[in-house]
């Protein structure tokens, strides 16, 4: 009788480990937030002295985990702050770098794209804010996740923002090959205020942040989406599986040869 139970007990484990996503079983990912010693021209080319203090992100996997096969093209970020701004940099490995929207608050993910979501406290409200490589953007808050019936404010906007991009190839030309396209941004502590309490950060605390990547391929009706901390399920709009920002002071990073830190774009 003893081991009758012990076998209904194995299968009811076994059914329960198969029904959970395995991205689910993971932990949000985490990143090492530095002040920046010197200040960051944004231009998009990411070749500032102070973003050798700021490490890349692991590189980005199918939105779904490592269920899913692993991206066709790089892509990873990085992140820095000081007393004004919050900076956010990104490689994205792309041989046919295409672009088309040009108006502000277009949906952007209809091109390729880079996105960025933000969530600064315990409030149920986040920011998310998508860009292509014409350099467009969409900025926008939610007051809470869609499926708990929050609703998008295409009316937010984010003053003093700056945005780049450095194209390393030919945008829009698919008669050559392109290296990729890099990112740089600067979202200024005042600009959340508008639609919640946010304050500057001091060294020690923590938001929830994420960031995808959506990406078109020719013949393919759904698009793909990249990101860094696995979500577990198409849609980024869970910001509970979000990865962890952790604000920390400056750091002093040896100069020597080629960093890894550094762009590998060219």
């Given at each position: 009788?003893?081991?009758?139970?012990?076998?209904?007990?194995?299968?009811?484990?076994?059914?329960?480990?198969?029904?959970?996503?395995?991205?689910?079983?993971?932990?949000?990912?985490?990143y090492?937030?530095?002040?920046?010693k010197?200040?960051?021209?944004?231009?998009?080319?990411?070749?500032?002295?102070?973003?050798?203090?700021?490490a890349?992100?692991?590189?980005?996997?199918?939105?779904?985990?490592?269920?899913?096969?692993?991206?066709?093209?790089?892509?990873?970020?990085?992140?820095?702050?000081?007393?004004?701004?919050?900076?956010i940099?990104?490689?994205?490995?792309?041989?046919?770098?295409?672009?088309?929207?040009?108006?502000?608050?277009?949906?952007?993910?209809?091109?390729?794209?880079?996105?960025?979501f933000?969530?600064?406290?315990?409030?149920?409200?986040?920011f998310?804010?998508?860009?292509?490589?014409?350099?467009?953007?969409?900025?926008?808050?939610?007051?809470?996740?869609?499926?708990?019936?929050?609703?998008?404010?295409?009316?937010?906007?984010?003053?003093?923002?700056?945005?780049?991009?450095?194209?390393?190839?030919?945008?829009?030309?698919?008669?050559?090959?392109?290296?990729?396209w890099t990112?740089?941004?600067?979202?200024?502590?005042?600009?959340?205020?508008?639609?919640?309490?946010?304050?500057?950060?001091?060294?020690?605390?923590?938001?929830?942040?994420?960031?995808?990547?959506?990406?078109?391929?020719?013949g393919?009706?759904?698009?793909?989406?990249?990101v860094?901390?696995?979500?577990?399920l198409?849609?980024?709009?869970?910001?509970e599986?979000?990865?962890?920002?952790?604000?920390?002071?400056?750091?002093?990073?040896?100069?020597?040869?080629?960093?890894?830190?550094?762009?590998?774009?060219?």
């Open positions: 009788m003893l081991r009758f139970f012990w076998m209904i007990h194995l299968v009811v484990f076994t059914v329960l480990a198969v029904a959970v996503p395995e991205a689910w079983a993971q932990q949000p990912k985490s090492e937030c530095y002040r920046a010197t200040p960051v021209r944004v231009d998009g080319r990411l070749d500032d002295r102070a973003w050798k203090a700021a890349w992100t692991t590189d980005f996997v199918d939105i779904e985990g490592s269920v899913k096969p692993a991206p066709r093209f790089r892509t990873r970020a990085k992140m820095l702050w000081d007393d004004e701004y919050l900076y940099a990104a490689e994205l490995e792309e041989p046919e770098i295409k672009a088309t929207l040009t108006k502000h608050d277009s949906v952007i993910f209809h091109d390729n794209d880079f996105e960025v933000l969530k600064p406290g315990e409030a149920p409200g986040y998310e804010f998508e860009i292509n490589a014409l350099n467009t953007g969409w900025d926008l808050y939610l007051n809470k996740p869609y499926r708990e019936g929050g609703k998008a404010d295409n009316s937010w906007e984010i003053p003093g923002l700056k945005t780049a991009v450095a194209i390393h190839g030919t945008l829009n030309d698919p008669n050559d090959k392109d290296h990729g990112v740089e941004m600067a979202f200024p502590w005042s600009a959340f205020a508008s639609r919640l309490p946010v304050a500057k950060p001091e060294i020690g605390d923590q938001w929830r942040v994420n960031f995808s990547r959506v990406e078109w391929k020719v393919q009706p759904k698009e793909d989406n990249w860094w901390s696995p979500q577990g198409i849609n980024m709009h869970v910001p599986r979000w990865g962890y920002l952790h604000f920390r002071d400056s750091r002093t990073v040896a100069h020597g040869p080629a960093s890894k830190q550094q762009a590998t774009l060219h």
